[in-house]
Nanobody, 122 residues
């Protein structure tokens, strides 16, 4: 069993930055595909970043503004979010997939954190 705990959310003005962290339990973190998702009120959950042994993927909506990284020694995943926009307001979740296979689909992920709220004011 893997436990994921996100932190770092909060309220920020448009154009500001936040850094999210996701601490993971377990000894095989380095082999997992890790994803950041977000869900805004009334909207479906969407991918924000995916990290596996190949590299990191970003959708066009955040590319150039968000940067994902991972510290396998600390079992921690990060998401640096710059130039935030009001449309980035959502609950952000980290998720882990036991295999190293890349996926942007939430149903492919085996473990989820509780989420952290990010609110961007205009």
């Amino acid at each position: 069993q893997v436990q994921l705990v996100e932190s770092g959310g909060g309220l920020v003005q448009a154009g500001g930055s936040l850094r999210l962290s996701c601490a993971a339990s377990g000894r095989t973190f380095s082999s997992y595909t890790m994803g950041w998702f977000r869900q805004a009120p009334g909207k479906e959950r969407e991918i924000v970043a995916v990290s596996n042994w190949v590299g990191t993927y970003y959708p066009d909506s955040v590319k150039g503004r968000f940067t994902g990284s991972r510290d396998n020694a600390k079992n921690t995943l990060y998401l640096q979010m710059n130039n935030l926009k009001p449309e980035d307001t959502a609950v952000y979740y980290c998720a882990a997939r036991k295999t190293g296979q890349f996926s942007t689909k939430e149903y492919d992920y085996d473990y989820w954190g509780q989420g952290t709220q990010v609110t961007v004011s205009s």
